[in-house]
């Protein structure tokens, strides 16, 4: 029989109750969170490079939390591992309420992106059984668990925002130790403190080689999004960053070729389904990290006003559920996973193709409604179909190497290059945009001179037509890439259409009753 998180005399029809409080309380802590980023950039005055910094490193601590999690719970109880979250969770809120740094602000995001993924994935690997008692396929539980996976984000951020924008940025932090603190007294008091299995010698696991992974993912981050404003490699801070970038990893590449017990085994890229798999996540990170460029569309279209944008963010909720449903209805029934690849691909298509589209100063937040149900279809559904296309033919040990590269890549080196890509673009290309238009202009026109008269001269005010020339340009900017993101969606899916995908979907049942399973399921969710 699995073991339960509760103690007996906890009735048992209420655990499914306290797992989703507890699991809502730790998702609400996130660090410094895109929601909230911009009130900490204007209120610090620092470069906005550090919130994009801050993104990145939350992250990479969820990239890098995986490949420890299952050591974890090989060794500590349930209990044990909870009360660490909950506490480190809380402490690292508290520093982010006492600090203006934005190295120390960076780091503790990073492990608060680290810790709080052991605690959600610990969370939903208790769930799951509760909902589906009589056991479950793997696109069954993908099927619960991407939803509630995905829905906390935009829910806590709204939240966020609001304390943000009436209390001020560290006030949210305050707030989320509350949740924790409520969340830690259910696990003093309610969860009990078995542990079943053998416990391994935490000294077996490669520490070192996680924290070379750590550093790398770290330093490279710090290349992609400081690069553009210290002009690259004329910068002395971004040379050093450079080579320990190149140093971390060929040290990780080496330790991994090395050890005898290896924290990654390279040689599961060699099975067609597992590369193939991990392209197709890296590819459709062109589409998911283009929420880059969705914000300042809508901070110039709402006026700066965050709290409508937050609002407009939860709209892909209604597309993570309606994409739950397709999915459980095409997985039923059908086994190929072609078609859903091309259906996320036209998912992510018509989606920037509306965008593109309606693009304006004026947009209205419920135009934005539609493309946004749909997105949210997308990225529901390219997560579930990569993770099943991944596991199909594996080990358990092949898949646990797989999961661990799907999601190093999902959650962590796609959106950080993509997004670079992106953050590149919107930087230059403006510059580019408002030159254009400044030359395309007449002064002279008295047109020209009635929309930009000046308060104390006859003459045109320069000021403010530079203001509306660069965000017509920013406007732009963000337009082409969507037509840019349309033209490679559609070279997508004309190669995949043409593309052999072999695979079919695996109907294998998992049982919660055999505790042999434990592992692919913690491992099954996580993916």
């Not at 710090?222 to 970038?245: C, K, P």
């Not at 991990?278 to 914000?295: G, P, T």
């Not at 018509?350 to 279809?377: C, H, K, N």
Request: hydrophobic fraction near 50%.
């Amino acid at each position: 029989m699995r073991d339960r998180l509760f103690y007996n005399w906890v009735n048992p029809k209420l655990d499914v109750y306290f797992i989703i409080f507890m699991s809502l309380c730790i998702s609400f802590t996130s660090g410094l969170s895109t929601a909230i980023s911009s009130y900490m950039v204007s209120d610090l005055a620092v470069n906005p490079a550090d919130a994009s910094m801050c993104s990145y490193a939350y992250m990479a601590g969820m990239a890098t939390s995986f490949a420890a999690f299952n050591k974890l719970r090989s060794y500590f109880s349930q209990k044990q591992i909870l009360l660490v979250v909950c506490l480190s969770l809380m402490f690292l809120n508290f520093l982010l309420t006492q600090t203006d740094s934005p190295a120390i602000i960076v780091l503790s995001t990073f492990f608060i992106g680290a810790i709080r993924l052991t605690g959600s994935v610990l969370m939903v690997v208790n769930l799951i059984p509760i909902l589906m008692p009589n056991g479950a396929q793997r696109f069954q539980m993908y099927c619960v668990y991407y939803p509630i996976s995905l829905l906390t984000t935009p829910l806590s951020g709204i939240f966020q925002v609001f304390l943000a924008d009436k209390f001020g940025w560290h006030f949210s932090f305050h707030i989320s130790n509350l949740m924790l603190f409520f969340a830690l007294l259910l696990s003093i008091g309610l969860v009990n403190n078995n542990f079943v299995g053998r416990k391994i010698p935490m000294w077996k696991f490669d520490w070192f080689s996680l924290f070379l992974a750590s550093g790398w993912m770290l330093s490279f981050a710090y290349v992609l999004t400081y690069g553009r404003t210290e002009d690259w490699f004329d910068s002395s801070s971004i040379q050093v960053a450079s080579l320990l970038t190149i140093s971390l990893l060929l040290l990780f590449l080496l330790r991994n070729a090395l050890l005898r017990h290896r924290i990654l085994e390279f040689n599961v890229l060699g099975i067609r389904n597992v590369w193939v798999g991990i392209a197709m996540i890296f590819f459709y990170c062109i589409f998911y990290s283009q929420s880059s460029l969705l914000s300042p569309w809508m901070s110039i279209a709402f006026k700066g006003d965050q709290i409508e944008n937050a609002r407009v963010n939860t709209y892909p909720i209604y597309g993570y559920l309606l994409g739950a449903v397709v999915c459980f209805w095409y997985y039923k029934y059908f086994n190929n996973f072609k078609v859903m690849m091309i259906f996320v691909l036209l998912c992510y298509v018509i989606s920037d193709w509306m965008f593109y589209l309606m693009i304006d100063t004026q947009t209205e937040p419920t135009a934005m409604l539609l493309p946004l149900v749909i997105r949210g279809m997308g990225i529901l559904a390219s997560y579930m179909t990569i993770g099943l296309y991944l596991s199909v033919g594996l080990s358990t040990a092949q898949f646990g190497v797989a999961s661990m590269m799907l999601i190093f890549t999902r959650t962590y080196l796609g959106p950080a290059f993509f997004g670079s890509i992106y953050s590149v673009w919107m930087y230059y290309r403006p510059i580019q945009l408002t030159d254009r238009l400044a030359a395309w202009s007449d002064q002279a026109d008295p047109l020209f001179q009635q929309r930009f008269h000046g308060a104390h001269s006859p003459n045109a005010d320069p000021l403010s037509a530079y203001q509306v020339f660069r965000v017509q340009a920013n406007l732009e900017s963000i337009k082409e890439l969507f037509g840019w993101a349309c033209i490679i969606g559609i070279g997508m899916i004309i190669f995949l259409m043409v593309f052999p995908i072999y695979k079919r979907v695996d109907r294998e049942l998992f049982n919660w009753r055999k505790l042999n399973n434990a592992e692919d399921i913690a491992t099954t969710v996580a993916a």
